[in-house]
Every structure is written in structure tokens, then in C-alpha cells.
């Protein structure tokens, strides 16, 4: 089965009156960078690459940098294809953009293989510790950047915060780190007052703070039963990381930013986090994930992929987190213990929620992996036509 055709697709929705903000950007529009690769047998992968950085350098390295290398190629042979790609690019891409692209081209060649051999990705993994996975809902980011701590807006963070327990959510992230310190505290007082002691809270400030303003917020944080602090200080920042981890009782965790088994050796390596975030569609997809993993295993951390962008990357993510070990094995094993959780993006996106078919369903406190062959999961072509704002094809 050879590689004969490459696709590049950039799939976008304005958010009109849902924008928000993170303590980093402006969310006026989601986007996705979708890889479509069709065999001479007729069969169609699909892979994405990236999280919330603009589609289009990652759909031009796909396109003008990968396909000549892609066309012509067996394609059974993710792994093989993944060195090749890196070793091209590892003199001036070995992180960001190129790893992205070879993520949107490895998630689709995984797809491939496991629709050719009638098996979903997770059997090719080693099989399946679990068809069932508790959702965490990731939310409570700024819909405006004043009045944080008004009534208002702590009133609208409570309705978010009950809003979801309602749904059947037990596991709550809240974004930290736009506002001040005290106002973020607020913030988190209002969804714990909301919910309760018995929904299980973690916060993530995508690095906004230096290493005395993570420990100042931090000390609040635990004090308020938080679970994990995510993102606290910049990537760069592994002494920083060593500081919080040892200074502070919560766990740390971080790696939606890093890429690669080289970037994940300094991170677990160093002994920065105590959970390990690595983006599936950014990372390097599902064959560095698996090396990334083990990293972990051998260090005796938990992996959480960070989730963050279309059906197929949820998919993706689902189908590596059912081949994920318990870390560490009990009998009985427990949500965010031992036992992994997905991370269950709640902001509007159709190209999550429309994309694919099947949808990825949660019924209240479970989701379910896609059991089909691949990814198990097709784009649906008329939504495709719907969001799709650039398509390019390589043959
Ligand atoms: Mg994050």
C-alpha cells in the first residue's frame, strides 16, 4: 500500500460572541490543521497537526516541505516514516511547526495502517487497558479582560462551574494566570464554593507566572484542594519547574509545549512534573507518544495528553490514552490517581463536536474510545466543506 496523494486542509470557525481569552491569547476563531493521505488502494487516512497556533507554516511544511518525501512510500510504516521525516528537519525544525506536521502525518499514517489491518490504533499500541475514560472539563477561561472579580463574573464562573457538575463532570480545570493573583483566587473560591469539596479541581495558568508568583499562588491553590497546577512557569523554565515541585504539596504538571522523546527527556528526565502533558497533535502523534510514555513509565509519572483540537485529535488522543498503562498498577485503580482521565475541552468548537463521525460521545462521567478500525472515527465530508477555508492537494 503506497502514499498517493497528500492533502493539506485548514479548517476554521469564527466565534463571533464565544470568544475568550487564555493568560496568553485572543480566541476569536478555533482552527485546525487536518492531514488527508490516500493510498493506491483507495483507502483515506486522516491525521492533524498542532493545537492553537495559526494551521497555515504547519500545512506549508505538509505541502511543500513532506509530500514530495510522503508520495510513492509504503505506507505501513509509521515508525519508519517518522525518523525519515525528522531526520530531514532535525537541523532546523526539531521543534514547533515541523514536529507538528510530522504529528498530522503520523496520526494519519496510524489511521491507515489500522484500517488495513481491521484493527483500531489502540491494538496496533499493544491493546486496550480501557474502553472507557473519565472526562475532565477544561473551561472557566476569560470572556472579557476587566471585572474578574466582580459579582458578575464570579457569579457566571459559579453557573459555569455547576453548569458542568450538573452534566456529570466530577472533574473540573480552571485557566489561571490573565488576572491578578487575588483575583484568580477569587475565581477558583467561587467554583470551590459552587461545587463543593467532592468535585476534584485542577488549575492551569499556560506559564503566566515566574517561579515566587507560581509558589505565592501555588500555596493558595492547595489550600484550596486544588490537584494540579499546570503550566506554571515558562517551558524553558526546568529549574523553575524542580522549585514548585518540591516547594509546593500539589502535583505539578506541564508538556503541552514540549515535543519530542529529546524535548520529554529533559522534562521527565530533569524531574520538573509529576504529570506528563504531551500533545498528541504536537508532540510528534502517536508513534513519539509511545516513546514519550515509556519515558514516563520508567520514571513512575502519570501521562495526561493535553487535548485541544478537532474530532480526529480527541480520536487520537482516546485511542493513545486506552493504550496507556494504570500509573502505577492497584487493584482498584482510581480518576487521576493511577487511573488516566481525558481532558474534555467545554469551550464551542463544531470542529470537535460536527467534524467526524461518529461524534465522540460522553455519557455523563464516561467517554468512550472508538472501538472501529484506525482512528475509527471518518471526517464527515459536507461538514469538511462547511469549515474547510484552504485545501491543497500533493500528488
Ligand atoms: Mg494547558
Known sequence: MKIKKVSTVVTRVPLGNKKFYSSQAYFSERTSFLVRIETNSGLVGWGEGGQWGPSEPVASVVGSVFSPILIGAESNQPGVIWEKLYSYCRDFGSKGTYIEAISAVDIALWDLMGQALGVPIYTLMGGAFRSKLEPYATGFYYRDTDDFASQKALGSI????????????RFLKIKIGLASIADDIKRVEAVRTAVGEKITLMSDSNHAYNVSNALLIGRELQSLGVRFFEEPVVPEDHD???????NLDMAIAGGECEYTRFGFRELIGKGCVDIVQPDICAAGGISEYIKILALALAHNIMVLPHVWGSGISVAASLHALAATPWQPYTFLPIPLQNEPVVEFDRNYNPLRDELIDPIIKRIGNRVSVPDGPGLGVQVNEEKLAKYATEINHYD
Open 240 to 246: 523553575g519547574y524542580r522549585i514548585l515541585r518540591t
Open 158 to 169: 459559579a453557573d459555569e462551574a455547576k453548569s458542568y457538575v450538573d452534566d456529570g463532570f
